[in-house]
């Protein structure tokens, strides 16, 4: 299972159904249920299912603050990410008791599992 590295503030988000875009400077291909991991622990607090991955429009943005839950303006997004993508995802599942898992050197965003 492909795991996602994410700051705990939105993984926490997306793992209590509060958050169900995760904006992204990238398009991805990945579906189905990935884990989430939070940067720098090691461990995986739960799973959610990648459903979808949109390119996205100011409009979309502005419209579907509940969705993505960024404090950043379109602008802001826009420096950073040339070509911002929400990743969707759907029915998050917290574990009960992380669960710990090696981290392979180099990887950012994604660690296979």
């Not at 602008?75 to 392979?104: F, G, Q, R, T």
Request: charged share 25%; no cysteine; glycine share 6%.
């Amino acid at each position: 299972m492909d795991i996602l590295v994410i700051k705990e503030e939105f993984g926490s988000q997306i793992l209590s159904g509060k958050k169900t875009w995760e904006l992204r400077g990238s398009n991805t291909k990945k579906r189905g249920i990935i884990s989430i991991a939070y940067s720098g622990t090691n461990k995986r607090f739960g799973t959610v299912e990648l459903v979808d991955s949109i390119p996205l429009t100011r409009e979309l943005f502005e419209k579907n603050y509940s969705k993505h839950r960024s404090t950043s303006t379109w602008y802001e997004l826009k420096d950073s990410y040339e070509h911002p993508h929400a990743w969707v995802m759907k029915n998050p599942k917290l574990y009960s008791k992380p669960i710990p898992y090696e981290h392979k050197q180099g990887a950012i965003i994604w660690v296979k599992n």
